[in-house]
Structure formats: structure tokens, C-alpha cells
């Protein structure tokens, strides 16, 4: 009898203990970190001649792997969203691959961040998430505005640039920059993250991820009516620097002299 | 017009501070400051120098909710009737500028690094930094966050009449457990000089001369990403496409060789200074001074240049 009871707790209690997550992580693509940079259209648009799309490095390496392993760790389900056309379902297969369990595409052109930020938000109430990641900024708009506006949106509280992210019942624990340092917060769930550097470390998807990642739910679904705020009127490259001035490495007083009253920067 | 700017001055007013208030100075209109984190009101009045016309100020406020401060700046805003708010481009505004952004539906520019065009759009960095973008906001009000470094601070005015804020305030969510502040570092993305090294010093046992040079400097230490990802220096002083972006006035590079994703991270940089053995290394090309040499041998002859530089002239 005794022994009876003592399965049946055993049995239990990690059952119990296990605070399943529903996490939803976003993701954005960028061009391939080597992409050269280039404008068509009288300088209106990005060239996306030869451009290669990666799952933005953020959202991929930190939000996501992060979520992962919380899943590995307290069990849950994570999902993908992403706010683009057919074309981006490359990337989308690919943070499938890596091992969320399911994705949506919200079928529309991500125009700026709050036509985007408003699209997620409108998906992410009527699913029941406990927590959203995104990653701290994407490498081509690098304006770090979709996390906030998600967390504005739902009425929920936001914690930016984490580099840790613990979870324990409904209390996640983060590490976050501040101005000048660092700070360990807490924050009861449902919550909005953006994640940084330092929360989790790149996974390389294996092939039985990528066989996996072919038969995993892709929901589109249709974007609702929202107004953008912002729009990109014309792009520009930076001037190309005049030729480098070489100094002798044994005389550094010149350089020093050439920083005081030629560059004037010291 | 009426240009709201908006100032976490726990740690007193650093030159970020005075940059925002000269940049919506220099829209025109009047200005409104509102500040959380201190009741110095002696030191707050200064602002009025910078452009203010008006300081109201909440202490009991922090940075650490992002929720609880958007709703104190959301209306003080409504209140001031603000068409234009303004932050500094940092950690505080990255988490708050967007949620005002949905609160008043108000376009924001994130990162800007000039003043509006004569058509209203301005200037950012995109991709990383490898090109700019001009953004026009559509909607009738407007967010703009400031890359710190982008301007200088002008005074133009006296001191201004600094008052409390006088509303609801709402509870903050977020309950800090511990904070911990490097002492007496320079935070890298306000640096006016930055000194930085990459794989070429060999080691993290090496970087005895970049703090030196950096001390001697008065400057901010930086990284390239191996040198981060190795663990040799800390996260947050890895510099480049996935790290920090700066734009200093001076950006000294020993021992990194210049990959695209690094030059990303600082081609703002108003002059650059490279250091490196190989006459070959991408970097020279972005450079304005070029020393081909031997950090090991350059760095600690520059330190001793620069002390003796700061001794004959201060």
C-alpha cells in the first residue's frame, strides 16, 4: 500500500510542478550579415538583387533558442510569427527547423513597425500567450520599436534588451541593460521581452529538424486593418572616406598632434 | 508647435540630456522637459539655458517600468499638448518610445541623427549603419529618439522654472532585485572617444594597454565580436552589426581587422584610427590615420604620447 501511494505521488508531482509555457517568439528576416547594401528606384528602395534572407539574428540566436529551451526545461509550445508574404516561408521553415512547434504567417507586407507591431498584437491577444519575445532590433531597420508597441498594444508590461530570462511559475526573472550597467528584474507573466545577447546561444538546425520542419503547422492568416505612421522617403550611403593617412608607428606624438589640430577630436 | 523632451536624470544631466533639449530647441516652438529620477531642481533649471521653457519633474518615478513611465509622459503630454516628444536614443527609450508611440499614435523615428528636412523627414541610420534612411512621419504627432552624440549641446537661453508633476501616477510592474553599475566607466554609446581592440592583442591578459591608453584618453573601452563571443571582454563592449552602434568623435581600433559587420558597428565615427600589423586589413580603407604596426608596440607608445599631449597642454 505504502509503496502504492509513494508511485502515485512520484507520478504526480512533476506533473504538478511543470508550469507549461505558451510562448510566442517573432521574427523578422534581414539580408545575410555579408549582404552588400544597395538602393533602386531613385534610391527608394533596398536592392534586393543577390540578397540572401536570414531569420533576423536577434529574433533567431536569442528570442528564439530562449524559448526553446524553456520549453526543454518547464515544458510548453512555442510558436513563430512572422508578418510578411509567401516568400518569407523560407525563413519561417527554418526557426521550425531549429524546433518551434508551429508557426503563422500574417500575410501582409511588414510596412512599418506599427502596421507590424499592431498585426502581432492583434494575433498574440486572442491566443492566450504568456509570454512574447522578440529580439532586440532587426539589422536592417535596427529601430528596435516592434517589442515595445506589442507590449503597449496588449496592455502588458515590457522588459527590453534582456540578456537572461528564468522562469518559475508565473515570475520571470531577467537580467536586463540599463544606462551604464546592469539590472535583475522581476515581472509576472503575461509579459513582452526583447532579447539580447547573452540570453541563449545559436543553434544550428540538424536534419532531422529540418525533415521535421516541413510537416509543422503554417497558419496564414489575413492581416486586419491598421494605418502605418511611418514611411521611408529615400536611402543613402554613407561617403566613401578620403584615403587613410599613414603615420610611422615609432611617432606617435605625430598622430597625437594630427588628432589636436587637424581632426580636432582631442 | 509645443515639443515635449523627455529626461531620466537620476544620474544628474549628462551631455545626452542637453543634446535633446538643444535638438527640440532647434525645431522650434516651445519646449517642455519632463524629468524622472531626481527633485534637483537647481540643477533641472539649467535646462532652461539649453532651450527649455518649462521643467516639471517626477522623483518617485524610475526608468525600470517602461509602462509606468509611458503613462506619466503620456499626460504630461496631453497635457502640454505636445505635438513633438523627444528622447535620447538609449536603453530607456528603446523600451518607451514605442510603447508611447501606440499610446498616442504617434510616428516614431527611432535613431535619428539630424534635424528634420525641409520636408519634414529625417535622417536615421539603417542597416546597421551601412546606409541612412530619411523617415517621414505620417501621423499628426511625432516621436523622434535622438542618437546620442548626433548634435552639440548650444546654450542659448537662462535657466527656466522648474515644477513638480501633478497627477495620477500608476503602479509600476516590474520589481527591480538588484542593479549593478560598473564604477566610474564610460558607457560606450555616449562615448565621445572610444578605444578598441580585436583578436590581435591575443589574449584578455593584454588588454592592460587598451585601458591604459583609454584612461589616458579619458575614453570608453570597446570590442570587436570574437573577442566578446570568447569571452575575453564583456557583452556589452562588443561594438558592430550585432552589438553596439556607435558614433563617437574618435574610434582608436588596435588589432582588428575590419570585417563589414564591425565597420557597421562604427563607420559613424567622426575619425578613425586603426592599428594593425597587416598593411592588408579591410579597416584601412575606412580609416582617416593608419599606423601599420604592432599594437603591442604602438598602444603604449600612444599612451605615452597622449599623457604627455595632456601634460603640456592642461
Sequence with gaps: MNILVGIFVLNLQPIEKKSKMKILVCISKSPDTTSKIAFTDNNTKFDENGVQYIVNPYDEWYALVRALELKETIGGNVTIVTVGNAADEAIIRKALAIGADEAVRIDADPTDAYYTAMQIADYAKSNGFDLVLTGKETINYNGSQVGGMIAE???????????????????????????????????????????????????????????????????????????TLTTYTTYTMPNAKSACKLIDPSNMDELVELLHNEAKVI | MSTLVYINSNNGLNKAALEVVTYSKNLGGNVTVIATGSSNQELLATLGQYGASKVIFEASVTADDAQQLTELIATVAQAENAATIVFSHDVVAKAIAPRLSVKLKAGLVSGAIEAPNADGSIKVNVFSGKAFGSVKVTSDKKIISLLPNSIQ?????????????????????????????????????????????????????????????????????????????????????????????????LYIAAGISGAIQHLAGVNGSKVIVVINTDAEAPFFKAADYG??????????????????????NH
Aim: include cysteine; glycine fraction near 8%; proline fraction near 7%.
Design chain 2, 153 to 249: 549641446p548650444s546654450i542659448s537661453g537662462s535657466n527656466c522654472s522648474v515644477e513638480a508633476f501633478n497627477g495620477t501616477l500608476t503602479t509600476s510592474k516590474i520589481k527591480v532585485i538588484s542593479t549593478k553599475k560598473p564604477e566610474g566607466a564610460i558607457p560606450l554609446p555616449e562615448a565621445e572617444l572610444v578605444v578598441s581592440a580585436g583578436r590581435g592583442l591575443k589574449g584578455p591578459e593584454n588588454w592592460g594597454m587598451v585601458e591604459d591608453l583609454a584612461a589616458a584618453l579619458g575614453a570608453a573601452t570597446a570590442c570587436s565580436r570574437p573577442v566578446a563571443d570568447i569571452g575575453w571582454r564583456p557583452h556589452h563592449e562588443h561594438v558592430g552589426q550585432t552589438g553596439v552602434a556607435i558614433r563617437p568623435n
Design chain 2, 291 to 312: 599606423i601599420i604596426g604592432d599594437a603591442f608596440e604602438v598602444l603604449p607608445k600612444l599612451t605615452a604620447a597622449v599623457k604627455k599631449f595632456k601634460a603640456e
Design chain 1, 153 to 227: 498594444a496588449m496592455d502588458l508590461p515590457f522588459v527590453s534588451l534582456a540578456t537572461k530570462l528564468d522562469a518559475a511559475g508565473t515570475t520571470l526573472t531577467l537580467e536586463r541593460e540599463i544606462v551604464g550597467g546592469v539590472q535583475v528584474v522581476e515581472v509576472q507573466t503575461p509579459a513582452v521581452i526583447s532579447c539580447a545577447k547573452g540570453m541563449a546561444e545559436q543553434r544550428i538546425p540538424n536534419m532531422r529538424g529540418i525533415m521535421a520542419a516541413r510537416t509543422k503547422p503554417l497558419q496564414v492568416i489575413a492581416p486586419v486593418a491598421v494605418e
